[in-house]
């Protein structure tokens, strides 16, 4: 019989399998930010291609200067993003659905860092309201953030 956990990591686990779609399994690590804060779901994404962090509009910027013999770009259409961010926010609010059906606490904020070559996800997670209390910030400001703090370090 399945758990909780059970559903909560096959739900994260479609969310790195989407991310690594978008790159046809190409990339170093995946970062992976939801936020749930109420009537509102985000999901978002960026990558660590070629040593460089990179928002998953600008991949091909990270391979630009590789000698590629067989000149592969990523498509990162506009159609290709919206489809990603669809299925990751349909995968939240199964997240959220599920939370609910077991009676957990759903939470504000996952931040979820997907090693490719380890096969090593790990999360951190907030049950604090980051935002909605904040006349400022937004969710993208909340990803953003996380983006720049990520460049700085590059794992």
């Keep these: ?9 096959e739900l994260q686990a479609d969310m790195v399998a989407i991310c690594l779609e978008y790159v046809d399994n ?3 690590d995946i970062f992976i930010y939801c936020s749930y804060e109420p009537k509102m779901y985000v999901f978002d994404f960026f ?6 962090i990179v928002h998953k509009n600008q991949l091909n910027e990270a391979i630009k200067d590789l000698d590629i013999q067989h000149n592969q770009d990523y498509d990162v259409s506009r159609e ?20 609910e059906e077991f009676n957990n606490e759903m939470p504000t904020e996952m931040k979820l860092h997907y090693n490719v070559k ?7 997670y907030k049950y604090d309201l980051v935002y909605s ?9 909340i990803f953003d953030l996380w983006f720049e703090e990520v460049k700085e370090t590059n794992l």
């Design 1 to 9: 019989m399945k758990v909780f956990e059970d559903y909560f990591s």
């Design 26 to 28: 190409k990339a170093d």
């Design 47 to 52: 990558y660590k291609i070629n040593g460089k």
């Design 80 to 99: 290709r993003q919206n489809a990603a961010l669809r299925i990751g926010n349909q995968n939240l609010k199964l997240i959220h659905k599920k939370c």
């Design 118 to 124: 380890q096969n090593g996800l790990k999360g951190q």
């Design 133 to 141: 209390n904040d006349d400022e910030l937004l969710p993208d400001d």
